[in-house]
């Protein structure tokens, strides 16, 4: 198992940032790809990012792509989605999830092992 806990969400005015963070306790998060996802209230779970352990081969929705940024620092096990210039359409729970298959930055939800519980991010406009 490898427990996973995002934190950083909140409400944010429209063209704001947030930083969302997901750390990793039991195992090293250095062996793992490492993905977002999202789901808005009575909508399905949306891919929104993805990168491979090294940090170096990401994946972003077109939908955030050019304002969301994955990176991780591994020796604080934790990944981090930067999220700049928000949007109301980004109101969503985001939930981290980590992978294997840790050389891949996979989109589809059914590629990760662990999941997070979400943290709520709510942009007002």
């Known amino acids: 198992q490898v427990p996973l806990v995002e934190s950083g969400g909140g409400l944010v005015q429209a063209g704001g940032s947030l930083r969302l963070s997901c750390a990793a306790s039991?195992?090293?998060?250095?062996?793992?790809?490492v993905g977002w996802f999202r789901q808005a209230s009575g909508k399905e779970r949306q891919f929104v990012g993805a990168?491979?352990?090294?940090?170096?081969?990401?994946r972003y929705a077109d939908s955030v792509k050019g304002r969301f940024t994955i990176s991780r620092d591994n020796t604080k096990n934790t990944v981090y989605l930067q999220m700049n210039s928000l949007k109301p359409e980004d109101t969503a729970v985001y939930y981290c999830?980590?992978?294997?298959?840790?050389?891949?930055?996979?989109?589809?939800?059914?590629?990760?092992?662990?999941w997070g519980r979400g943290t709520q991010v709510t942009v007002s406009s």
């Open positions: 999830a980590a992978g294997s298959n840790r050389w891949a930055a996979p989109i589809l939800g059914s590629e990760y092992d662990y």
């Open positions: 990168g491979d352990w090294t940090g170096r081969i990401t």
């Open positions: 039991g195992r090293p998060l250095s062996t793992y790809a």
